[in-house]
């Protein structure tokens, strides 16, 4: 029933943003919209960066219709097969079970875009403006690195490829995932795997934000969804460390351009009040 249509994925979703806001601040979850919206009206900064963020997912949206315009011919799978072998097939037929094929693509599907929501509504309700920009500037360097690789360097998903013997399990669960989810997300758009760079940077957030509870909660989440792209049998182990990198990189880099942003606010502010008392 969850995995009908995108209506009970994304009821689903709110419900799991909700409850990620609540284990990371043990404060009403609802009270979070109420300081986002606030917040999108009080700051200027945020608003710039989250408007671009939202538009880099739009853009990203948009990709596989470029994509198809190109009609590029080349495929780099033969090429990634031949450097790893049959790594996601021996860990999938070793890990394969009922009852966790169903727990993995909750990860993959719910959790994962939940968890991006989640951050910014817990950062924003502990008022750390570093971590909420860091957020958003964060995904921006993610997708503006990924996008070009999907478009120029095609890589299909393990399943998709024959020679792998890897199963697409994400079907035992979610029946409809080519007709509801795969618009979402290209075949053949694997390198560098997003699934495993946005866990990685909100992990990294978490850890770094000082909120222990809430580091565990991403850290948790992105082992899970790391492991779910194998055992499900979509990205390749080139793919997720790729993915690794880039998360590391743009979470990193989030962190610097925020605090430098705001420090920058902090040195224009006093120049200011010196200027009004001269006057």
């Known amino acids: 029933m969850l995995y009908q249509s995108m209506q009970g994925i994304s009821i689903a979703s709110a419900v799991t943003i909700l409850l990620l806001i609540w284990l990371g601040t043990l404060r009403n979850p609802l009270k979070a919209a109420y300081h986002f919206i606030r917040e999108l009206f009080v700051s200027r900064k945020f608003l ?89 500037i964060a995904i921006i360097i993610n997708y503006t690195i990924a996008i070009p690789f999907y478009l120029f360097f095609p890589v299909n998903e393990v399943w998709s490829y024959p020679p792998s013997g890897v199963s697409f399990l994400m079907l035992d669960v979610f029946t409809n995932f080519e007709k509801e989810y795969r618009p979402l997300s290209g075949l053949d758009n694997c390198f560098p795997s997003l699934h495993t760079s946005v866990s990685v940077t909100m992990m990294v957030l978490g850890l770094r934000s000082g909120n222990r509870r809430f580091g565990i909660i991403t850290t948790i989440s992105a082992i899970i969804i790391i492991f779910s ?9 080139t793919d997720m460390v790729a993915g690794t990198i880039l998360g590391l990189l743009a979470s990193n880099l989030g962190i610097l351009f925020a605090k430098l942003s705001l420090k920058e606010k902090k040195i224009l502010l006093p120049e200011r009040s010196k200027m009004f008392g001269n006057m």
């Open 48 to 136: 710039l960066f989250f408007a671009l963020m939202v538009g880099i997912l739009l853009v990203n949206g948009y990709e596989l219709r470029v994509e198809k315009m190109l009609d590029i011919q080349y495929d780099f799978t033969p090429w990634v097969f031949g450097l790893e072998g049959h790594f996601v097939k021996n860990l999938q037929t070793f890990f394969h079970s009922s009852y966790i094929t169903p727990v993995l693509v909750f990860f993959y599907v719910i959790v994962f875009q939940s968890l991006l929501v989640a951050s910014i509504g817990v950062y924003i309700s502990e008022q750390k403006k570093v971590f909420v920009l860091a957020t958003c």
């Open 229 to 237: 792209i194998f055992y499900l049998g979509i990205h390749w182990l």
